[in-house]
Each structure stands twice: as C-alpha cells, then as structure tokens.
C-alpha cells in the first residue's frame, strides 16, 4: 500500500499543533484560575479572552485533523469508526508518534478539565457572595428599615445569575 507521506505528515503536524494547543490552554487556564482567586477583573478578562482564541485553534486544528483522518482511512479501507488507534496500526511506521502523541493529548485534556472544574467552582462562589451584596444594596434602596428586630438584615427576593451580574 503506496500512501503519500504527505498526509501520514499532516496528520502529525495536526497531531503536534492540537498538543501545543492545548498546553497553550493549560498554561491560560493556570493563569486565570491564579487571577479569579487574587480577584483581578483586568487579568480575568484578558485571560478569558486568550482561552477563548486558543479553543478556536484548537477547533480549526481539530477540523483539519478529522479530514486528514478521514482521508487515510480510506485510503488504508478502514472500517468504521477511524480512530487514531486504528490508524497508528494500519501505518506502521508513524505508530509510535501517533500514540504518543494521543497520549499527551488526553492527559492534556484531562488536566484542563480538572483544573476549569475548580474555576467554574471560584466562580460560583464569587458569583454567590455579589448576589447576596447585591441583595444588600437593593434592600437599603427599597426601604429605609432594612433590619429585622433580630438584627438581620431584610433580603430582597434571591436573584437570578443574569441579574446580579448585569
């Protein structure tokens, strides 16, 4: 079987390109879960910014490799589902590439995953304390008793994510 090595080439350049990436995204999400917990609105929103170019790259990276993928395939007349296992076997030659390089990229995918985990976890939190702040300066603005005769403080109605926020 006479496969050109240019697309055996492209697969791994794509294949390298999506590793890059991603460590690209690890490292921004390192930084930005580090701005959430000091609190730097400036450095969260630069951050957020930089997650979501790199996620775009890692979608176009990801739409070229699924047609090299799909290209080989067929020329090595794969049956089903063209994963990278499969591939790595039907081309000897670039197995253990592929497979390393599959292998970094799940474990990548999976420090991401753990690690945008916590920060969606910080931000619920912080996004609880301004809602309940929120709440506070709505109740001072409503009315002028804003305590009740234990001393607490009198809450308008829980608002929704949406409200506090905008």
């Not at 603005?141 to 009198?154: F, L, S």
């Amino acid at each position: 079987m006479s496969i050109p090595l240019s697309d055996l080439d492209r697969l791994s350049e794509c294949l390298k390109s999506l590793v890059e990436e991603h460590r690209r995204l690890l490292d921004v999400v390192l930084r930005h879960d580090k701005a959430m917990r000091a609190m730097d609105a400036g450095q969260i929103e630069l951050l957020a910014a930089a997650q979501e170019q790199c996620r775009t790259r890692i979608i176009q990276s990801e739409a070229r490799r699924r047609l090299v993928v799909a290209n080989l395939a067929r020329q090595a007349k794969i049956a089903g589902e063209p994963t990278l296992s499969r591939i790595a076997t039907a081309f000897p030659s670039h197995r253990m590439l592929f497979l390393t390089m599959r292998d970094e990229l799940k474990s990548l995918a999976t420090e991401i995953k753990n690690k945008t985990a916590v920060t969606a976890k910080i931000a619920q939190s912080l996004l609880g304390h301004l809602n309940t702040a929120v709440r506070l300066l709505a109740s001072a603005v409503e009315k002028g008793g804003t305590y009740t005769k234990y001393g607490a403080p009198k809450l308008t109605r829980r608002l929704g994510s949406i409200e506090a926020v905008g």
